[in-house]
């Protein structure tokens, strides 16, 4: 092995970086070096009257205790080993009760911090003064040592004091450099989460995860429909410029306006990706989309060319916000496919049930996939000859999750040389959206 391999733990920065970590340990493990001082003068005292000393030690005992076991000493010395240790270590659940396993385990750690702390403060304070009065000598420096001071023939030698002095400072620099790494090997052990924790973890990250979904469905959903729409109207406006101008500025019109509704969900759902408070999404304020302008939706879908014949039974207006939102959401990817897909009118019916304070979701489960209870979406279109096979892509997937998320069913697929969309979403009463 090279010298460059064997005094490479001594010069390396993380074994520094350990050393710092272990002095505080040091540093934080003088106050109990102090109390157990002055109770060892105390007990050797006979004239100290025993039970009031052994009750002083008994109340300096728990009070030294307690900040072992705290949450908050558990987070410090988190925070100290992965900007020391440079150990990957995840934050403490917010909010979240550490159990008493968790507790035990940090308690050891901090317990050992504080011990081999005070071993390398110690050493660093003896040894490292020792090696240096050794060195002094053989460079012509006086140390003011002899013989008396029990220092031994090594001092008058000056290649014996010399070898002395490095054999201290590397063997301190090894014993840091050892300490240090065994620190780090046993910080994920003694201060890793604990299964609470991580499935603490895993539930925020699930959350984030879905909602995260959620605004790339509103996404494809609002700003797909609008391409799609102005993407026809633009078509015919150019076919129907020298024919029909009135026409081809309705479209122009249609273009803005669709562009513009476009705009406004963009920069809403960029909104809400952008603003998070301590990593979670905040709630949005901003109105969105619901049954109640479906009349606008299906005029602008008119308007691009594509012939809708809709149908709609019962009062949009009495419907709980949320399941209105995903259902009208449910229309417009249906309509926004039926136009880049499929061809021929299409046939749009909306089944609103007539008691909107309709049983809860658990009752719905069980319940007839169309029923009174259930708002029904239907949507059939014919096919292009490219088309035939099952359509399948984002917008389906996020319909399905958009269902499922509900609660509800959803079926997609060709019936009889036509593509037919039948969405079932349940109205919980009580649901205010």
């Known amino acids: 092995m090279s010298l460059r391999?064997?005094?490479?733990?001594?010069?390396?920065?993380?074994?520094w970086r350990r050393a710092v970590f272990l002095l505080l340990g040091g540093v934080l493990a003088l106050p109990y070096a102090l109390l157990a001082a002055v109770f060892a003068q105390m007990l050797a005292n006979d004239d100290a009257p025993r039970p009031v000393v052994f009750g002083l030690l008994l109340v300096?005992?728990?009070?030294?205790?307690?900040p072992v076991f705290l949450a908050g000493s558990r987070a410090l010395e988190i925070a100290a080993a992965r900007a020391l240790l440079a150990v990957d270590l995840p934050e403490p659940a917010a909010g979240h009760r550490i159990d008493r396993e968790t507790r035990v385990r940090a308690a050891l750690w901090i317990a050992l911090h504080l011990f081999t702390g005070g071993l390398v403060l110690f050493a660093a304070i003896s040894a490292l003064p020792m090696a240096l009065v050794?060195?002094?000598?053989?460079?012509?420096?006086?140390?003011?040592?002899?013989?008396?001071?029990g220092f031994g023939p090594l001092i008058a030698n000056p290649v014996g004091a010399t070898l002395t002095g490095v054999v201290l400072l590397v063997g301190l620099g090894y014993a840091v450099a050892g300490l240090g790494a065994l620190a780090a090997s046993m910080?994920?052990?003694?201060?890793?989460?604990?299964?609470?924790?991580?499935?603490?973890?895993?539930?925020?990250?699930?959350?984030r995860l879905a909602e995260r979904n959620r605004l790339a469905r509103e996404l494809h959903d609002s700003v797909g429909h609008a391409l799609t729409v102005a993407t026809l109207q633009a078509g015919a406006a150019r076919e129907l410029l020298d024919v029909d101008p009135e026409f081809t500025r309705r479209a122009l019109l249609?273009?803005?306006?669709?562009?513009?509704?476009?705009?406004?969900?963009?920069?809403?759902?960029?909104?809400?990706?952008?603003?998070?408070?301590?990593?979670r999404t905040r709630a949005s304020t901003a109105p969105q989309p619901t049954?109640?302008?479906?009349?606008?939706?299906?005029?602008?879908?008119?308007?691009?060319?594509?012939?809708?014949?809709?149908?709609?039974?019962?009062?949009?207006?009495?419907?709980?916000?949320?399941?209105?939102?995903?259902?009208?959401?449910?229309?417009?990817?249906g309509l926004t496919n039926a136009a880049r897909h499929g061809r021929g009118p299409v046939t749009l019916r909306v089944?609103?049930?007539?008691?909107?304070?309709?049983?809860?979701?658990?009752?719905?489960?069980?319940?007839?996939?169309?029923?009174?209870?259930?708002?029904?979406?239907?949507?059939?279109?014919?096919l292009r000859g490219a088309a035939r096979a099952e359509r399948g892509g984002r917008g389906l997937a996020g319909m399905r999750e958009r269902v499922l998320l509900l609660g509800g069913r959803?079926?997609?697929?060709?019936?009889?040389?036509?593509?037919?969309?039948?969405?079932?979403?349940?109205?919980p009463r009580g649901d205010d959206g």
């Open 5 to 15: 391999g064997v005094l490479g733990p001594l010069v390396r920065g993380s074994t």
């Open 60 to 66: 300096a005992v728990l009070l030294a205790a307690v």
């Open 134 to 149: 050794f060195l002094a000598g053989p460079i012509g420096l006086d140390p003011g040592v002899s013989r008396a001071n």
């Open 187 to 207: 910080a994920p052990v003694l201060l890793g989460p604990s299964q609470g924790e991580r499935i603490a973890a895993l539930e925020a990250r699930a959350a």
């Open 254 to 279: 249609a273009i803005e306006e669709t562009s513009r509704h476009a705009m406004d969900d963009l920069d809403h759902v960029l909104g809400l990706l952008r603003e998070s408070d301590g990593g």
């Open 291 to 333: 049954l109640a302008r479906l009349d606008r939706l299906v005029a602008d879908t008119r308007a691009a060319g594509l012939a809708v014949e809709s149908r709609v039974s019962g009062a949009v207006g009495a419907l709980p916000a949320s399941v209105s939102r995903e259902g009208y959401r449910i229309v417009q990817e």
């Open 351 to 382: 089944d609103v049930p007539q008691d909107a304070a309709a049983p809860g979701r658990g009752a719905a489960s069980d319940a007839p996939a169309w029923t009174s209870r259930w708002l029904e979406i239907e949507l059939v279109n014919g």
């Open 410 to 427: 959803l079926t997609a697929g060709p019936e009889d040389d036509r593509w037919r969309v039948r969405a079932s979403l349940p109205v």
